[in-house]
């Protein structure tokens, strides 16, 4: 069964720091793999999609990258705003075409 | 176009009380699926459809039924409420099912139930 970790749990930085968010999963047979952002009491926006041929994703300033031997992806957030704090959502999703999460990254940015 | 749409947004109701989750989506998707998100666990899949008149089981499809009818809508019908199934749900839609080419999915801004 596919399994989703995502470290750290939480993070408190303050503004203007670059940050990366980590997603290790245990079966490498992916057809892809999706960021989310969730507000607080709010549903998840897509941020980033990787197909499991790709390595990377770039949109504004983040960077999502997938190495799918190891298991692992990152997210990368340049230049960290107060307005990107949120909980950060990795899902994985497999030849049953049912994604599995992770528990999310929960992201605080001090002015 | 709304999107995803779901009403209630918050709901009590009594151990034993049925209800129904409504969830609608204007993007003309085929794909529609429930998720239920519980505190320190990820989203788990409860029941999906890849079109009307199809559904099919995700992980955690006890205590649920959902029938698709329309394109549109996509219901979950809780038959007999336990405080186990106190949980933030939300609804999503998609072109096509997760996994098939660059599909995304877009959600709904969910339900919270609480069961007592």
């Known amino acids: 069964k596919q399994e989703v970790t995502q470290i750290p749990a939480a993070l408190s930085v303050p503004e203007g720091e670059n940050l990366v968010l980590n997603c290790s999963f245990t079966?490498?047979?992916?057809?892809?793999l999706q960021w989310f952002r969730q507000d607080p009491g709010k549903g998840l926006t897509s941020l980033l999609l990787?197909?499991?041929?790709?390595r990377e994703q770039t949109s504004g300033r983040l960077n999502a990258s997938l190495d799918k031997s190891s298991g692992r992806s990152t997210l990368y957030i340049a230049a960290s705003q107060p307005g990107d704090s949120a909980t950060y959502l990795c899902?994985?999703?497999?030849?049953?075409?049912?994604?599995?999460f992770g528990r999310g990254t929960s992201l605080i940015v001090h002015p | 176009n709304a999107g995803v749409t779901q009403t209630p947004k918050f709901q009590v109701l009594k151990t034993g009380q049925s209800m129904t989750l409504q969830c609608a989506q204007d993007?003309?998707?085929?794909?529609m699926s429930w998720y239920r998100q519980d505190p320190g666990m990820g989203l788990r899949l409860i029941h999906y459809?890849?079109?009307?008149?199809?559904?099919d089981q995700g992980e955690v499809p006890n205590g649920y039924n959902v029938s698709r009818s329309t394109t549109e809508d996509f219901p979950l019908r809780l038959l007999s409420a336990a405080p186990s199934q106190t949980s933030v749900y939300f609804c999503?839609?998609?072109?096509?099912?997760?996994?098939?080419?660059?599909?995304?999915?877009?959600f709904g801004p969910g339900t919270r139930l609480l069961v007592l």
């Open positions: 993007m003309n998707h085929e794909y």
């Open positions: 899902a994985v999703t497999g030849g049953s075409y049912i994604p599995t």
């Open positions: 079966d490498s047979a992916i057809y892809n």
């Open positions: 990787i197909q499991s041929s790709q």
């Open positions: 999503a839609s998609s072109r096509q099912p997760p996994g098939l080419e660059q599909e995304t999915q877009y």
């Open positions: 459809s890849v079109g009307a008149g199809i559904t």
